[in-house]
């Protein structure tokens, strides 16, 4: 995994992001770096993995998430939501 700057990085990580998505997203103008890495994170799992890790029925905080998601690409381990396979939400 190439190094995905985390929100403690602010300039690195809207400068890495802007690279993939440029500077219009509402979350980019607002300085929402726990989204802007959530994003960047996500592309990396989906490269790694094959999938995506949802955020619609969080149980923790985003920054809690991308910890974890970080944890998942180093350790090489897909991340388990706690769903069901199969079911439907």
């Not at 770096?33 to 969080?58: I, P, Q």
Request: charged share 30%; net charge negative; with cysteine.
């Amino acid at each position: 995994m190439k190094h995905i700057p985390t929100a403690k990085e602010p300039e690195k990580l809207k400068a890495a992001y802007c690279k993939v998505y440029g500077d219009t997203d509402w979350e980019f103008q607002n300085n929402d770096y726990a989204s802007l890495e959530f994003r960047l994170l996500n592309d990396a799992y989906h490269k790694k993995f094959g999938d995506y890790v949802g955020n619609m029925c969080l149980s923790c905080s985003l920054e809690e998430l991308n910890d974890k998601i970080r944890r998942c690409l180093k350790d090489g381990v897909p991340y388990d939501d706690g769903v069901p396979e199969g079911a439907l939400i």
